[in-house]
């Protein structure tokens, strides 16, 4: 069964750095599209980055040049690094797996504010 466990969030302040950390099970990790995406309260849930099986990746334009996401196979990871954060970078961030498309983890918060 897929489980996927969020975790690193919480509250910085403009400009600074969190990195998040989802930990994945129950399937090939390895074999899947991975995604991260973010909801703030009102909003429609949104996919910031993603990467696929080949390293490939890609991201919103709203967080591009400032999101890194990346993958460590071995360990069934997966990271977003965020840096120069934005009060609009507020949400809670999910992590998601092209295995199952229907399958959402609990999530974790990050808030930005001074």
């Known amino acids: 069964q897929v489980q996927l466990v969020e975790s690193g969030g919480g509250l910085a302040q403009p400009g600074g750095s969190l990195t998040l950390s989802c930990a994945a099970s129950?399937?090939?990790?390895?074999?899947?599209?991975m995604s991260w995406y973010r909801q703030d309260p009102g909003k429609e849930r949104e996919r910031v980055a993603r990467i696929f099986l080949g390293m490939q990746k890609e991201y919103a334009d709203s967080v591009k040049g400032r999101f890194t996401i990346s993958r460590y196979n071995a360990r069934n990871l997966l990271f977003l690094n965020m840096t120069r954060l934005k009060p609009d970078d507020t949400a809670v961030y999910y992590c998601h797996s092209s295995y199952d498309d229907d399958y959402w983890g609990q999530g974790t918060q990050v808030t930005v504010s001074s």
């Open positions: 129950g399937f090939t990790f390895w074999a899947y599209h």
